[in-house]
């Protein structure tokens, strides 16, 4: 029999980050609170972990019972436990982020939200909880996967142009990239498979790409840290 | 007031991997289990997090309570929450990681542990819990680290030789590099200060080199995953 002993306990909550590029802008999904504490006020979207359910389980319930969203790739960010995070009780929140295309996720708010929406991370408003602090970590860590990981082509459809990945390079960074030089970086990685293109068109249209299968986890797609 | 909500409680740990390099192995240190459950067996030190500390400061506490360790920088990894992955309870367990130059530790079991001991990650003996997922997780970062950043130094004095950087490569990745190629790699980022040596000795001391002041978070180091 296990010993019995006592030991704290605390409650545990998901918190999800998601990112899309939407009318040329990185957005994130957020949702408005129905219940205290922070009543009214937007938050990320999450909720308390349940007993039978792992905790990637819960985020992706949580995700889908507060805005709509499924079947979306999610990755654990990081937890935060500071004691004091939760104005009801010992709250520790584990965090997750995603990369979605908008159009897979069909918006309806639903359990414990009033409302829910995208808004661009220029445009964030106050948050509830040490959201700000997880949406700034979301950041650091969306940034340097754009630099070090092909996970921006996931945000792509899948075939696509040179200027189409420029773009959302463009978007994330804040920051415009030379045409020639981008394109050249690219190609050397050897990491992009040409589609065919349709040639019944009287203008000349932009090649297509793919993304190879079995790429390397880590890939350097840009240097910027030392720019 | 906020309002009362009923929610579940799991219970949550911390579990601490720590790595040094002694006699030329990479070590980690383990801890033999006083409690039950899994009594007796070998296990990563950690425990429960307090109600009034934060979630490193739980970690840096079990490490000093259990095993003597002192003043290392700790690093979450990841946060672990299989409903099954505790016989007692729900339990989740955040876990971190840790490097040190094993000169800094001096070795005493304490609480709850009978035994503490740096085990060659070769000649790991059967684990409680899911440690053996969780060892696995952290060597993987740790080769990571060692690949895309200069975190390898902080497990060498301040100053040390070619040699000594090539050793604990090889180390951690079983494997011999070519000395010129690896010289030659090393020097190339720039991330190294000469340092003077003694010229009063018979025999041609061994340059010696420091590392400098604010590199890269994230600089290439060596590139392993494609070999």
Same mark, same amino acid.
């Given at each position: 029999m296990p010993e019995k002993k006592e030991y704290p306990k605390p409650a545990v909550t998901v918190d999800i980050v998601i990112f899309s590029i939407i009318d040329k802008k990185l957005k994130v999904l957020l949702v408005r609170r129905?219940?205290?504490?922070?009543?009214n006020m937007w938050a990320l979207p999450g909720g308390f972990v349940k007993m039978e359910e792992s905790l990637e389980e819960a985020a992706k319930r949580e995700l889908h019972e507060e805005t709509?969203?499924?079947d979306i790739y999610l990755e654990q960010l990081y937890t935060f436990g500071q004691? *004091?995070?939760?104005?009801? *009780?010992r709250v520790i929140t584990v965090t997750y982020m995603a990369l979605t295309n908008s159009d897979k996720i069909k918006l309806h708010a639903d359990t414990d939200v009033s409302e829910v929406k995208w808004f661009s991370i220029d445009e964030?408003?106050? &948050?509830?909880?040490?959201h700000p602090k997880i949406l700034e970590y979301a950041l650091k860590r969306l940034r340097w996967k754009f630099e070090y990981t092909s996970?921006?082509?996931?945000? &792509?459809?899948e075939k696509f142009t040179m200027s189409d990945i420029q773009s959302i390079y463009e978007i994330v960074f804040h920051k415009k990239f030379d045409k020639r030089n981008f394109n050249k970086k690219i190609r050397s990685l050897n990491i992009l498979n040409k589609e065919s293109i349709k040639k019944d068109v009287s203008y000349r249209p932009p090649k297509l790409y793919s993304l190879k299968k079995n790429?390397?986890?880590?890939?350097?797609?840009i240097k910027l840290s030392n720019s």
């Open positions: 129905g219940l205290e504490p922070f009543k709509g969203a499924q004691p *004091d995070r939760d104005p009801r *009780d964030i408003p106050k &948050l509830a909880f040490d996970v921006a082509f996931s945000m &792509l459809s790429i390397p986890e880590v890939i350097e797609i």
